[in-house]
């Protein structure tokens, strides 16, 4: 009984090396693949729009990674990148998710291609300050999202040399590749407007009423929806069958 034990304790010790092994090998794998189509996502990214000055940050998900290594699909690699500037706005962060990805065992030990997405989303954050920085007159203002598509506005407006904080809203839809800023409801706090104040107060809306495009997105990735959160507007993208090397 004593020897069958010390077997079985053996072999279960055995199992827990090679498990061990197994493991190790794995995220050995793990990382110079990681590398290499890291370097080739980076390497290609300016082709497929990626306008930033960093290099993407790629990381790949999923275990066991070596069988994903051997059949050449990957579950999901995710693609990072930040300050993704073009036009008016700038994307402090934009992260996008590769699903169903396939790509070569030897194309990616060789530093080559095609690795193909079969579905691409990402989220762009568009912070609050990129916005006031943009919008007319209101590079003072102090942006807070009350929900439901509508911005709390704090800022003060000159009237006659004197500077009145005013508080106002407004709602932020989106149409497709812009954002469509509408200022309203203007109200001076806590001081009584001199004649001829309002007007300002209108002209302070005005200034916040514009449309604004969303910087255009790598790979081919199609707009699709806003949301206001508390920290950032961010955008949701999709793309299908996405080559991002």
């Given at each position: 009984m004593a020897s069958r034990?010390?077997?079985l304790i053996i072999s279960l010790i055995s199992l827990g090396v090679v498990a061990g092994i197994l493991v190790v090998g794995d995220r050995v794998a793990a990382g110079v693949a990681e590398d290499r189509i890291s370097g080739l996502i980076a390497d290609r990214a300016a082709d497929h729009g990626v306008r930033s000055q960093r290099p993407p940050d790629v990381d790949i998900a999923g275990f066991p990674f070596l069988t994903q290594v051997l059949g050449g699909e990957y579950q999901q690699i995710d693609i990072n990148l930040v300050d993704?500037?073009?036009?008016?706005?700038?994307?402090p962060r934009l992260e996008i998710q590769a699903t169903s990805v396939t790509a070569a065992l030897s194309d990616v030990m060789n530093g080559s291609g095609p690795i193909v997405a079969g579905r691409m989303t990402?989220?762009?954050?568009i912070s609050y300050e990129s916005l006031?920085?943009?919008l007319e007159e209101a590079t003072s203002a102090t942006i807070t999202p009350l929900g439901d598509g509508m911005l709390e506005i704090k800022a003060n407006v000159d009237v006659f040399g004197q500077q009145i904080p005013v508080t106002g809203t407004a709602s932020v839809t989106f149409d497709g590749t812009v954002l469509q800023v509408t200022g309203q409801g203007f109200t001076a706090d806590g001081v009584e407007l001199p004649q001829g104040g309002q007007g300002l107060l209108d002209t302070m809306a005005?200034?916040?009423t514009r449309q604004i495009a969303v910087p255009e997105l790598p790979y081919g990735l199609t707009l699709e929806d806003l949301r206001?959160?508390?920290d950032a507007m961010v955008v949701s993208a999709s793309a299908e069958n996405v080559p991002i090397a």
């Open positions: 034990r010390k077997k993704l500037s073009s036009g008016e706005l700038t994307l990402a989220d762009g954050h006031t920085t943009v005005q200034n916040f206001l959160e508390q």
